[in-house]
């Protein structure tokens, strides 16, 4: 199986310092990756950079064996990438169907047109579209607020309608950022299954996560980020036991108290 | 609510205001700029008119018929000015109008009137082919093409040979004073030597009479309205043109304002005027101390030719014998009258037909006289 | 020809200049396009004709009131219409078209209040006298603007670069959110800019108007458009960039005028304009000043 | 038809007229801001469709349902000038380039001696009816509530709300504000060449700043949830003038102060109507 995400060197250069550092990163098909580190190490600018918002200064971003790295937001995701944002950026004038239908931008063909003459193959694609967004709504547990503003959710569901928003297009790659952030422990976990579910449905996951319970339990790969630089690649499991990875977090007396105690990571 | 508020704006436009029509009034409209930038001509016609109706209606028209006038403001708008020619003419039925206070206005408004046979006499429209839109349209001022010849003769009689010629390009007036000035100048003999624009608005035009002042003209001709000619005397001065250089004004330098904004920067440049405060003969003192008692300021030239307009009108109304607008234009062909700004008469072409009012002022200590 | 041509073109440049520095500084700190800013320069132009035609104050008295009520309408204005969209962290788009109507309203308020004719300051407040240098000639007025511009340049970057109060509207340009948690008051720093870009205009207004002879409630507007192609050109928000881009602007007004034809004058401003948008959208001297310094 | 009602319609046909036209100026207004971009080159559209139309009228005497399509051919031409290089900057550069764009074609209308100079053009046969005018209007506003309730409306409002959001969900910011900025030219260039066929007169100083503005306030009065809202705006400010008398001095001053509350207080407009944005 040829990766599906790689970034080959990936450098921003931003007033004067190395916000990504010559970054290798790999995504394989049907995985959940996590990519996690300290605040500040630069995972939220990866994102940019690998979603095309931010140009890198060197290197290259390869999405399903195609460089990208010169493509802008858009085309990539009608790739098939798709993301959400840190803080959601849902749009809170729609309804909640209508923000997932505005996510299935990349399946939406007809011209000016036909649009105006709204022809019979018009009706036909919206009348899909629409399915296929309350399919999705259902998928994430939304189906019942459907027609009401976006902006009068609460943060949970705000959270879970920019995932719908994103995956309605069923996309090869999805980047979460920071997903669970704001969440009770009850959300959290049906997060959790949600991501395994669009997993299994064929939809990749990076992830950038800050509660490590929920990234252990999920993941199938880790990258941890530092200062800019990728400082481990590997397994969960190897990530818990990596010394380097809790020094980045912990700083090191900590740490090595840490691993004397055979630790369990919770942070 | 939407459909109550339509049926409330359509009730205002069909039932509201108007003046109430007695029976034996004769209805004239008038369409004059009362806001926006160029108010202040509007307003001086507006005084001038009124005075002339209080005249008029002393005795009537046709037998002891007053005059309803009927002024509408068109803001300087072509849109609002087109409205209100057909509100006078829809609703309120005149069957004369009086303006619109500038030619472009004229340009939209004449059409309209003219289509529908409504004598339409500009008193301040100066442009060339205002009263070539039909043949309703009258004017009472005298277009440039009459004045500015008079003036360029006077300077010629000073031995001015060469002259340079600026203009604000931006606003009919000028432009077409500089056109008939251009043309009158070729036909005078006189040699041009340079030809300069500048916008109304400007306030530099240091470039323009720099280049000029290296030609060393014997004069330098203007059209502008008084603003902007105000502005290019006090930078000529700045610039150093001095008393060897005579400046020649259009209509627009022929304003008191010329002299409250340039001062002495404007002394000893001649303008041609129809019309002249300080004019001796006792039709026109008798105006002058009737506008002062009135309006407590000085009139100027607008209010003396709208003064004038509306007594031709008048005069034109009681030689039809009736008030019907098409009646109305054949008697303002052959009508003659003697007002303020001197004898006056229709040519074929519907505009003033002597120039013999015209005088030549010179500006000398901030005020106009009669020049030498 | 060519000298006087040259001089008249630095002097015109200069009366430029002294317009858009109040302009750029705005933009550069507050980041908004502030169109209500032609509004200050008519302002203190008005200020000054009252204070010297009416209260018969001289003009070097009329000059600092007039800046400063300049600036007070400035600081008054940013609160009623900026401020708000500020606290909203709105789009700059909505400021800007705040501003549009702000400054349409108040405009034509104006007309409407004081009436549309052109003024002039009392004759003899300042001396006439015209320098003249083989054949050269420069008016006192002239010299005014030409040296109330480079000085308030000067003034300007020794306010930014030397002055506790420099050092909170640069950090401001920079970042207002971090300005805000270094403990610099941003509400009160951005008061402190419109007033001092209000008493730039309004002096702006007072000398030019003293100069040209002209003071009507548009004579902001007009000034405007001339305060667009030189902040655009000289990079907006950069105060070096705005003084030589309008030299650099009435030079070639003027020569354009003098050896082209005088009707182009404007179109070659507003050339020059859509030019740089098309080649060089930060200006032609790069990055703003006011966050390089 | 009686004669009173004769009368009546000729008496108001220029305000009717003036109705249909504003209407299309503020639909042109709207197309731009529902992707969330300024451009006051509303009036400068206007004035190159006039001046286009009325030349083929004048010169070349082509028949009116002919020159309405080709007067909108420059101002879509100006358009893209203006917009390609300007588009992909921060919307304040396309507001500024437009306010330039419509200074210099002032400066050409002013300076080129066959296109009547200050004079303007004059003698325009009154060729626009009242059927093409609101004809014309009716099918822009279906038009464009047709492609607001689709993707491509989808797409313009998710642009308006969130640029860099828009961008992710796979929507070409470039195109749909270049397409904006078009159909804008498109609808300001037919105002424009109706209105010139309606009032036999077009000057350089009718296509400046101040109705630029005028067009905008038509557009946030209205609110610009749906196409009707700037319509209606548009209708109410041309309206007002004729019904409040005395208003016409304070005109300019009210559409600014619209502008403002609109921006400050009631960024849905007067008409907060919003739309469905899909059809099925």
Known sequence: MTTLLRTLALTLHYAGLFAVDRVDLNVQPGSVHALIGPNGAGKTTLFNLISGLVAPTEGTVLFRGLDVTSLPADRRTALG?????????????????????????????????????RTPAFYREERALVARARDTLHMVGLSARADLPAATLPHGEQRLLEIARAIAPEPALLLLDEPAAGMNPAETAALANLVRRIRDLGTSVLLVEHDMGFVMDISDAVTVLNFGRCIFQGTPAAARQAPEVMEAYLGQKVAARLAARAPRMTV | MMRRCFVVLAAALTFGAGPALAEDTVPVGAIEILSGPSAAYGIAIRAGLELALDEVNVHGVLGGRKIALTIEDSAGLKDQAINAARKLIGRDKVIAIIGPTLSNEMFAVGPVTNERRIPTVGTSTTAVGVTAIGPFIFRTSLPEADVIPVTLKKAMSRGVKTIALVYANDDVFSKSGFDVMKAAAEKAGLNIVAIESFGSKDTDFSAQLTKIKALKPDAVGISALVEPTSGVLLQARQLGFGSETLFIGGNGANSPKLGEI????????I?????????????????????RKKYSKDPDQFAAQAFDALRIVAAAINRAGAADPVKLREALTQTTFSGVTGPFAFTAGRDPASAAGVVVLVMQGGKFGIAP | MLAQQLINGVLLGASYALFALGFTLMFGVLRVINLTYGFYFSAGAFAALFLTRDAGLGIWAALPLAAVTAG????????????????????????????????????????????????????????????ELAGLRVATPQLFILVASFVLVGALVWLLNFTRLGLAIRAMAENPDAAGLMGIDTGRTAALVSFVAGCLAGAGGVLIGLNFNAIHPYMGESMMLRGFVVVIVGGLGDIRGALIAGLALGVVEVLTAGYVDSGLKEAVAFAILVAVLWTRPSGLFGRPALRRA | MPEWLDDFLWTYQNLVHALGINGLLALSMYVVLAVGQLSLGQAAFMGLGAYSSVLLTLKLD?????????????????????????????GVYLAIATIGLGEVLRAVYLNVDWLGGALGLSGIPGRAESWMIFGLLGVAILALWAVGRSAIGRAMAAIREDETAAQVMGINLARYRLGALLASAVLAGLA????????????????????????????LLGGIGTPLGPVVGAWILTLLPEVLRGFSDLRLVF????IVLAVLFLPEGLLALRMRRHAA
């Open chain 1, 81 to 117: 990438l798709a993301r959400t944002f840190q803080t959601s950026r849902i749009f809170g004038a729609m309804t909640v169907l209508e923000n997932v239908l505005t996510g299935l931008q990349p399946r939406c063909f007809a011209g000016l047109i036909a649009t105006v003459l």
């Open chain 2, 262 to 269: 340039a001062g002495a920067a404007a002394d000893g440049l």
């Open chain 2, 271 to 291: 303008v041609g005027s129809p019309w002249f405060i300080g004019k001796p003969d006792p039709a026109n003192q008798q105006f002058v101390a009737d506008f």
């Open chain 3, 72 to 131: 007070l309408i400035a600081v008054a204005l940013d609160w009623l219409l900026l401020a708000p969209l500020r606290r909203k962290r709105a789009p700059e788009l909505a400021s800007l078209m705040v501003t549009l109507g702000g400054v349409l309203a108040l405009y034509s308020a104006a007309t409407a209040i004081l009436g549309p004719d052109i003024r002039r300051l009392p004759p003899g407040l300042v001396d006439g006298t015209v320098f």
């Open chain 4, 62 to 90: 082509l028949p009116f349902l002919a020159v309405l399509p080709l007067s909108c051919v420059a101002p879509v031409l100006f358009a893209l000038a203006i917009g390609v290089p300007t588009l992909r900057l921060s």
């Open chain 4, 192 to 219: 424009g060449a109706l209105g010139a066929h309606s009032s036999s007169f077009i000057g350089p100083n009718e296509y400046g700043f101040e109705p630029a503005v005028t067009i905008l306030s038509f557009a």
């Open chain 4, 255 to 258: 559409n600014g102060v619209i």
